[in-house]
């Protein structure tokens, strides 16, 4: 049976838009003064702005996705990035095809 946070956040649009940007984040990101895109992910500034959103808006759907274990977060100074948890998307995936 699914998780309730895993449905929660999988059942969002928005959601669902930010682990593809995710996926390859020099292609949808700016680059950054902080953090490295790719090593330690994207700033949630970056990531409220491109999807049109305001911060709080945008750190909800981040702890939902967080509380799924689909992204990871890391602290740099004031900010917070965001990437995506490859190991628990890939759990995920083989979990979602597999027999019910």
Not at 13 to 29: G, S
Not at 30 to 54: H, N, T
Request: proline share 4%; net charge negative.
């Amino acid at each position: 049976m699914l998780e309730a946070d895993l449905v929660k956040a999988l059942a969002n649009d928005n959601r669902l838009q930010i682990l593809e940007w995710l996926r390859d984040p020099e292609a949808h990101f700016p680059p950054q003064r902080d953090g490295d895109l790719v090593r330690d992910g994207v700033c949630s500034l970056f990531i409220a702005e491109k999807l049109g959103v305001s911060q709080p808006t945008c750190g909800e759907h981040l702890k939902v996705l967080g509380r799924a274990g689909l992204l990871r977060s890391k602290k740099i100074k004031q900010w917070v990035f965001y990437q995506r948890d490859e190991e628990r998307i890939a759990a995920v995936k083989e979990m979602l095809s597999g027999d019910w």
